[in-house]
């Protein structure tokens, strides 16, 4: 059992920087492949970035130079780096866990999920 707990939400005027948490407990995150998913009023939730238990990353066109993934398996967190944010950015972000080694983005796979971060881009 994994519990995931997201942190570094906020309010921010577009263009501006946030960078997201996720610190893991129960296991080493270093067996899990982590993703992070957004989520905006009324809309499905939706596949941001994913990085490998080797490390290889992955990103939505959308958010693609300016949202970076990285992890710290020493401290078994995962990171969001997000520039240049936009308006549209504006969700819930919520941090995943898969024990797959398959790269893949639909949400139904992801075996851990934390409860979330608000992010409010402001124009």
């Not at 939505?60 to 950015?89: C, H």
Request: with cysteine; aromatic share 10%.
């Amino acid at each position: 059992q994994v519990q995931l707990v997201e942190s570094g939400g906020g309010l921010v005027q577009a263009g501006g920087s946030l960078r997201l948490s996720c610190a893991a407990s129960g296991r080493s995150l270093s067996v899990y492949a982590m993703g992070w998913f957004r989520q905006a009023p009324g809309k499905e939730r939706e596949f941001v970035a994913r990085i490998s238990q080797g490390a290889i990353t992955s990103y939505v066109d959308s958010v693609k130079g300016r949202f970076t993934i990285s992890r710290d398996n020493g401290k078994n967190t995962v990171y969001l780096q997000m520039n240049a944010l936009k308006p549209e950015d504006t969700a819930v972000y919520y941090c995943a866990a898969d024990r797959s080694t398959v790269m893949r983005r639909d949400a139904v796979f992801y075996d851990y999920w934390g409860q979330g971060t608000q992010v409010t881009v402001s124009s």
